[in-house]
């Protein structure tokens, strides 16, 4: 992570506050003003990113539905260092 948890209301980016730039979904706005309902964002730093066209998968992958989780399983970290050539953290 770039930056810790805010809420998605008060978060910048470099373009500008998150609610001025064009987003996929405005769901991220509902309860903004209600912190204990309110979305949370974090910043992340992003090393490599990969179009959808080279998407790898293999059966028993770790998947979260959460934005932002550390990924512990080995045979996910893995295969995504072996299919992509990431480094990992540790």
């Not at 293999?58 to 893995?78: E, K, M, S």
Request: one cysteine or more; glycine letters at 6%; aromatic letters at 10%.
């Amino acid at each position: 992570m770039a930056s810790p948890k805010v809420l998605a209301s008060q978060f910048e980016t470099a373009s500008g506050p998150l609610f001025e730039q064009p987003l996929e979904g405005a769901a991220v706005k509902s309860c903004s003003d209600d912190p204990s309902l309110a979305e949370y964002v974090v910043g992340v730093e992003w090393k490599r990113t990969f179009g959808t066209e080279d998407a790898r998968t293999f059966r028993g992958i770790f998947a979260n539905q959460n934005v932002v989780c550390r990924l512990r399983d080995p045979a996910t970290v893995d295969f995504l260092v072996q299919e992509f050539g990431v480094e990992t953290a540790e």
